[in-house]
């Protein structure tokens, strides 16, 4: 099934990407508010600081369920449903009275986002395909960063206001659904719930469908996705408390900093899919992990807030093309009618990354210190480089 990159169903596919990025990130503003707020309320630091993690938690356990859910029951349902429950859970914040049901709260959000991520990659799969599905998948990236930092931007403008005004953010997600219901078509299928074949994805590796390899080569790319969150997620986690310690106490230009990971990971997503055709998957996960490795270089050297934006950089580049790289190459190798469980895979190493990332990091900076920490990542990334390229380029003979 082809789609034109402009028709309704892609904008409708991109603009929903945007909601995946809101679950953590928008009320990250809010929290000292928050914190303010239920200070009376008993192990509310505690309950405030978990507000964050939580939706990622569940996308970590449920993204597989509901990826099944998604080849079984159709795509179409699932982003409706989840569109739906998502823009209702998350704008609950804004009126719950108790810390106790805002987490509740956050947890559905976060089952919410595991259905949004699976049936939307799925989707993207059954949609496209060849260079495509590259062009898409880059598009996608830079959407979600994108919506990312108009998400947080907005976010700290009302929390100055209010800490329960950027719930309300997620209201916006009700907009959508009519777009779902009117723009998104399931691909054909049979009674049974599985795909019917059609002339394109039988004739190229999409469907491998009685080849046990498939299986090892999702499990290669999620686990190449789990060791570049690992890496990747030091941006967020560690850059902050990096900056104080070589005494750069201004919040606002960790902002900057972050931000500009994120502005680099949109711009270079968006130029993903030329890059495959021309170096291919391999060639893309050499190129971009080698410039996180870089990054992490510079940022052992980091004395000025220059370099540090420098280091962020590099470092969001690497997560505009490896994220849509081994997305793609994970998702292309696997039956049309396991896409949603691939997606699910795929999804859950993501975050489970996300999880070990600030473990790992916060106990080796303290062995360590940061410059040799850093010195120590871009080893590993370096490496992972080598590695990652040489499993695609296996994978393509």
Not at 51 to 56: F, G, Q, R, T
Not at 267 to 273: P, T, V
Not at 289 to 299: H, K
Not at 369 to 376: D, R
Request: proline letters at 3%; charged letters at 10%.
């Amino acid at each position: 099934m082809k789609t034109n990159l402009l028709v309704p169903s892609a904008l409708c596919l991109l603009l929903l990407s945007t909601l995946t990025v809101m679950s953590n990130a928008t009320i990250a503003p809010a929290l000292p508010g928050l914190a303010r707020e239920f200070a009376g309320t008993a192990s509310a630091d505690l309950l405030v600081k978990m507000l964050l993690p939580i939706p990622a938690l569940f996308v970590v356990i449920f993204a597989p369920i509901l990826g099944w859910t998604a080849d079984k029951f159709g795509r179409r349902k699932q982003l409706l449903i989840s569109t739906t429950v998502f823009a209702l859970s998350g704008a609950a914040g804004a009126k719950l009275a108790g810390l106790e049901a805002i987490l509740i709260s956050r947890a559905i959000l976060g089952i919410c986002v595991a259905g949004l991520m699976t049936a939307i990659t799925a989707l993207i799969t059954d949609y496209f395909a060849g260079q495509q599905r590259s062009q898409f998948m880059g598009l996608q990236q830079s959407f979600s960063n994108i919506g990312g930092i108009v998400f947080i931007v907005t976010a700290g403008y009302l929390a100055n206001t209010s800490a329960r005004l950027p719930f309300y953010i997620y209201a916006a997600a009700l907009l959508l659904v009519p777009l779902v219901f009117f723009a998104i078509k399931d691909v054909s299928r049979t009674n049974d719930g599985s795909v019917i074949q059609t002339a394109e994805n039988t004739q190229t590796k999409d469907t491998i469908k009685n080849n046990a390899r498939w299986k090892w080569a999702l499990a290669g790319c999620a686990l190449v996705l789990f060791c570049h969150l690992i890496v990747f997620y030091i941006l967020p986690t560690q850059i902050p408390f990096f900056m104080v310690d070589i005494g750069i106490t201004d919040a606002s230009k960790s902002g900057l900093a972050m931000g500009a990971g994120t502005l680099a990971a949109a711009i270079i997503g968006i130029s993903f899919g030329k890059l495959v055709d021309k170096i291919q998957n391999y060639g893309v996960a050499l190129v971009g992990f080698m410039t996180m490795a870089i990054g992490m270089v510079v940022l052992s050297q980091a004395s000025s807030f220059g370099l540090v934006v420098v280091g962020c950089a590099l470092m969001g580049v690497c997560m505009g093309l490896v994220m849509p790289n081994f997305m793609v190459t994970g998702l292309a190798l696997v039956p049309s009618d396991k896409r949603g469980l691939a997606s699910g895979v795929l999804t859950s190493s993501i975050f489970i990354g996300q999880f070990v990332s600030p473990l790992i990091s916060s106990a080796l900076i303290a062995i360590l210190a940061y410059s040799h920490f850093y010195l120590l990542m871009a080893g590993f990334t370096a490496l992972l480089a080598v590695a990652s390229a040489a499993m695609l380029k296996a994978q393509a003979a």
